[in-house]
């Protein structure tokens, strides 16, 4: 009995320790599942993303930056080629009497006073030369650029630089720069600066993140743009209420080119579509940039295809060009990552800091980083502050386009064809070496300028985003009169003395190695496209014109002393013993 209870006393401490065994095994085993699912987890984490999240832009910099640049050197590149026939030392406008007027408006010293009424680099650099000193600024300018547009990196100091050597020529650059899309690269080329670190040179600088105010100044820079244009337009002119505008508007635009010769033939219900759909991009989907990420890329998107139907159809300078740059900011980098290489550069940058910040490493912001951010969001106080009378002024019944609020263009109101003008109007100039403009014999030849229509056989140029300033300034002059327009005379004495500042200006001299014409004037036509598969158009005609009659009558240069002496222009040399 002894034994057997000795056994029995055994067996059952032997199963108290086999439970004790098996609960030990089974706390291990749901302790090991448990640090094996953190291990998996961390790993998880740690593992690197395979493709872009949204959220971020750091590659939406990197496009804004590059197509901020490229405008800049389009724009620096036609100050580089026209600014001296225009404002320099011999120019039409020159900016040295300009800079004089001013200095003698503000007290006669170059001070404060000076530099608020015309912000410029001008004042301080040396007048004795002052076509030097524009070019020097239009290389510099194009040399800064062109880095940013290759290299795909900027810094502060940089893109500060180029906005303030082309605030420099627009200041200057009076009637030859008064267009709407000097303020809106201006204002445009003011918000790039944020886009960058201060002093570093890098794609992905990772201690200067894209700042999220910043990228909205830029999606509130595009609705601004589309709703002032819609709304001037509504209010403008009433074609765009009755949908005819684009009936005339191929044919009617500044510089037409050879797309706008056919879509003006486009049958009558296609352009009242075209007018429908501007309305609805223009003052409908602007209101998509607030409805969350998706609905912003929509509206990106339309609003670049709607630029380059622009861009296709007219030669409407960069404007069409410099429009995209702040749709550019309604995508991120998941959606922009198509446009970079795979597995190198910043794509892969990108991704391994989208990695870091999956697993929760992201570094400390430093001291700099801190400062940064609150010069971003004193960045959205100051645009929302300049925005208010820009607001106010889209509200306004009485709405204006392209104005500046601010001496320094920060925040500015667009608008683009308010009015359609439904007849071209040309002013052609014609010389001759007959001594007698009365004489029915006298044989008048024609300039012909780079772009704008002249000879009927010439086909409309294919030019945009390049710009000729004056060709663009007599398409405005073709429906003034030479009183509103002096500066047309100004061509004319400059054409009498066959001067080379103003005929480079020009494609076609008729006087080239010959005498210079005796006696020049300017003749009023009326434009209008020939119709395609017409006998005109199998004789080459790509125009069909009347003439309206005199914009000027015939002028020589002693007639022209008196005129240029009242105004102060120096007045071209007059040829002795010319028989």
């Known amino acids: 009995m002894a034994a057997s209870g000795e056994r029995a006393e055994s067996s059952v401490r032997k199963r108290r320790v086999g439970s004790r065994r098996t609960e030990t095994e089974t706390d291990s085993a749901v302790s090991g599942g448990v640090e094996g699912k953190h291990s998996s987890s961390d790993a998880e984490k740690e593992k690197p ?344 002024n889209l509200l306004s019944s009485r709405q204006v386009m392209n104005t500046s609020f601010d001496p320094l263009r920060i925040v500015n109101t667009y608008g683009a064809f308010g009015s359609i003008t439904k007849e071209r109007t040309e002013v052609i100039f014609q010389g001759t070496l007959s001594p007698d403009p009365k004489d029915p014999e006298a044989l008048w030849e024609e300039y012909q300028f780079m772009c704008k229509p002249g000879d009927v056989y010439r086909r409309p140029c294919l030019l945009s985003p390049y710009h000729y300033r004056l060709d663009w300034l007599m398409w405005f002059a073709a429906f003034q009169t030479y009183e509103q327009s002096e500066w047309v005379i100004h061509i004319a004495g400059r054409l009498l003395s066959n001067d080379s500042t103003v005929l480079s200006l020009l494609d076609h001299n008729p006087f080239q190695g010959r005498d210079p014409p005796r006696w020049v004037r300017g003749e009023h036509f009326r434009y209008r496209f020939s119709q395609p598969g017409s006998a005109s158009a199998a004789q080459g005609k790509w125009w069909l014109r009347k003439r309206i009659g005199a914009y000027f009558p015939p002028v020589n240069l002693e007639g022209l002393r008196g005129y240029f002496q009242s105004r102060n222009w120096p007045h071209p040399h007059i040829q002795q013993n010319r028989k």
């Open 49 to 392: 993303l395979l493709s872009l999240q949204p959220g971020t832009f750091w590659l939406t910099r990197i496009v804004l930056l590059r197509s901020v640049a490229f405008i800049y050197f389009v724009a620096f590149s036609v100050a580089y080629n026209q600014n001296k026939q225009l404002i320099g030392e011999h120019g039409l406008m020159p900016c040295k009497s300009y800079l004089r007027s001013v200095k003698r408006y503000v007290g006669g010293k170059i001070g404060m006073a000076a530099m608020a009424y015309t912000p410029s680099v001008l004042w301080f650099l040396d007048w004795s030369d002052m076509d030097a000193n524009l070019d020097g600024i239009a290389l510099l300018g194009m040399a800064l650029s062109g880095f940013v547009l290759v290299m795909g990196m900027a810094n502060m100091v940089i893109m500060l630089t180029l906005w303030v050597l082309y605030h420099s020529l627009v200041n200057v650059g009076q009637l030859w720069y008064s267009f709407g899309w000097e303020s809106q690269l201006l204002e445009t080329g003011f918000l790039a600066i944020f886009l960058c670190p201060v002093w570093t040179l890098s794609q992905v600088p990772r201690r200067c993140p894209p700042s999220l105010i910043c990228i909205w100044t830029f999606r509130w820079l595009i609705v601004r743009i589309m709703l002032g244009a819609g709304l001037i337009k509504i209010r403008g002119d009433k074609c765009w209420r009755d949908l005819t505008c684009m009936d005339y508007h191929y044919e009617t635009q500044p510089v037409p080119n050879p797309m706008s010769y056919y879509m003006h033939r486009s049958p009558w219900w296609f352009h009242r579509f075209e007018t429908l759909s501007n309305h609805f991009v223009e003052l409908i989907v602007p209101f998509f940039t607030f409805l969350g990420r998706r609905m912003c890329m929509v509206n990106g998107a339309i609003q670049i295809l709607f630029q380059v139907v622009l861009i296709v159809s007219g030669n409407l300078s960069f404007l069409n060009w410099l429009t995209i740059v702040p749709s550019l900011a309604c995508f991120d980098d998941a959606s922009l990552g198509f446009l970079f290489r795979s597995g190198a550069g910043a794509k892969k940058a990108v991704l391994e800091i989208q990695s870091e910040d999956v697993a929760g490493r992201t570094p400390a912001p430093t001291k700099g980083m801190l400062i940064r951010r609150v010069v971003n969001i004193s960045l959205g106080i100051l645009i929302g502050y300049l925005s208010i009378p820009v607001l106010m």
